[in-house]
Every structure is written in structure tokens, then in C-alpha cells.
């Protein structure tokens, strides 16, 4: 079994920042991708940032230049650093990750989510 903790979160006025952190724990033999997505009251789930396992970033537009996503492989996990944040990037933020165990079973598994608010 794969378990993800997810922390960081918390309310921030507008203009300030956030460190999320995902940190995958279990049976892993191998950690591909790992994304963050968010979810916002009344919208959909969406991506925000992908890191691929040779650590080359993606962003979605929105997002590009305000945050950044890196990964930490020796200790399984992805972190999204959140600057200038506004209103409109509160929603409740989930890891993503791609896992490889042993047995060669491949899937993703998803965090718990941490809450982001902004506001002032």
C-alpha cells in the first residue's frame, strides 16, 4: 500500500505565499510523475503544476511564474512553492503521484487534499 501526507495549507492574505508538501510513503519501488491539482467550491478538479521523475516542471498557464513545483526523490516527495497568491487560488490542493511498486504495478494514488485560503 502507497500512503500520501499532504501539509502546508492555511489561510494567507493576498500577495503572500504557501509551501505545500506531498510525501509518499509504502511500498514503492519507483515515484514517475507527481502533480498537484486543485479544486475550488463549485468547480472542477484542475491541474496546476507536473514534475516528470527527471524533475522537468509544467505548469498551467495561470500558474506559470507565480509557483513552482520540485521533488525531493530521496525522501518521496513533491512540494509546490505558492508566491503572490490571490483570492481566486483558494481551493482545496491534492497530490498526485504516480507509483511503481515491486511487483510491477503501476498506479496513482491521491493525497487527502490541504486547504488553501487567501485572503485578506
Known amino acids: 500500500q502507497v500512503q500520501l501526507v499532504e501539509s502546508g495549507g492555511g489561510l494567507v492574505q493576498p500577495g503572500g505565499s504557501l509551501r505545500l508538501s506531498c510525501a509518499a510513503s509504502?511500498?514503492?519501488?519507483?515515484?514517475?510523475?507527481m502533480h498537484w491539482y486543485r479544486q475550488a467550491p463549485g468547480k472542477q478538479r484542475e491541474l496546476v503544476a507536473g514534475?516528470?521523475?527527471?524533475?522537468?516542471?509544467n505548469y498551467a498557464d495561470s500558474m506559470k511564474g507565480r509557483f513552482t513545483i520540485s521533488r525531493d526523490n530521496a525522501k518521496n516527495t513533491v512540494y509546490l512553492q505558492m508566491n503572490s497568491l490571490k483570492p481566486e487560488d483558494t481551493a482545496v490542493y491534492y497530490c498526485?503521484?504516480?507509483?511503481?511498486?515491486?511487483?510491477?504495478?503501476?498506479?496513482?494514488?491521491w493525497g487527502q487534499g490541504t486547504r488553501v485560503t487567501v485572503s485578506s
Open positions: 509504502g511500498s514503492i519501488f519507483r515515484i514517475n510523475a
Open positions: 498526485n503521484v504516480e507509483v511503481l511498486r515491486a511487483t510491477g504495478f503501476l498506479r496513482d494514488y
Open positions: 514534475i516528470t521523475s527527471g524533475g522537468n516542471p
